[in-house]
T-cell receptor, first 108, second 115 residues
Framework: GQSLEQPSEVTAVEGAIVQINCTYQTSGFYGLSWYQQHDGGAPTFLSYNALDGLEETGRFSSFLSRSDSYGYLLLQELQMKDSASYFCAVERADKLIFGTGTRLQVFP | GAGVSQSPSNKVTEKGKDVELRCDPISGHTALYWYRQSLGQGLEFLIYFQGNSAPDKSGLPSDRFSAERTGGSVSTLTIQRTQQEDSAVYLC?????????????FGSGTRLTVV
């Protein structure tokens, strides 16, 4: 089957760096995506890794290692507005399969 | 339109009634997806459309669920004889093409409550 696991919750303070991990037990997927969802809001697209390595977009970076079946989202210079749920997703058969989600709480 | 529009935003229905959920995708987006999200849970894939065709209906939970898309635009998700376990937020997303590279744009969802 297809399974993507994430920690259920992560906490950090403003200005810190936090890493949200995503491990998966699936093969043959095209890429790994990350989405952010604030409470009561719609998921919004953050990043997509087609290849192994690090992709950087401003304060957010995403990493993929297919050999390790592992990826992560790195958030730097945390701000209060970064408090949200973060989902990894693999692209397979023309659709995204989402992980369980990680709730990030940023404290002042 | 500027974004993905879903209606209604909230729907309360009695068990056993039928409901229709509407999704208006971004103009020109050929791919359209339906997901379901229960409280505090991840996104569960239901069905996707490429144009008006639905190549993958594998996520529909039962034959009470159906969906269609017309004119390569608006899509309707219909749930017949609703059950309490159908209560969830139903999210629609569209993308320029299938796959994840371009990112999905999600609507704000329809919160369905079956009482």
């Amino acid at each position: 089957g297809q399974s993507l696991e994430q920690p259920s919750e992560v906490t950090a303070v403003e200005g810190a760096i936090v890493q949200i991990n995503c491990t998966y037990q699936t093969s043959g997927f095209y890429g790994l995506s990350w989405y952010q969802q604030h409470d009561g809001g719609a998921p919004t697209f953050l990043s997509y890794n087609a290849l192994d390595g690090l992709e950087e977009t401003g304060r957010f970076s995403s990493f993929l290692s297919r050999s390790d079946s592992y990826g992560y989202l790195l958030l730097q210079e945390l701000q209060m507005k970064d408090s949200a749920s973060y989902f990894c997703a693999v692209e397979r058969a023309d659709k995204l399969i989402f992980g369980t989600g990680t709730r990030l709480q940023v404290f002042p | 339109g500027a974004g993905v529009s879903q209606s209604p935003s909230n729907k309360v229905t009695e068990k056993g009634k039928d409901v229709e959920l509407r999704c208006d995708p971004i103009s020109g987006h050929t791919a359209l997806y339906w997901y379901r999200q229960s409280l505090g849970q991840g996104l569960e894939f239901l069905i996707y459309f490429q144009g008006n065709s639905a190549p993958d209906k594998s996520g529909l939970p039962s034959d009470r669920f159906s969906a269609e898309r017309t004119g390569g635009s608006v899509s309707t998700l219909t749930i017949q004889r609703t059950q309490q376990e159908d209560s969830a937020v139903y999210l629609c997303a569209s993308s320029v093409r299938t796959g994840g590279a371009d990112g999905y744009t999600f609507g704000s969802g329809t919160r369905l409550t079956v009482v």
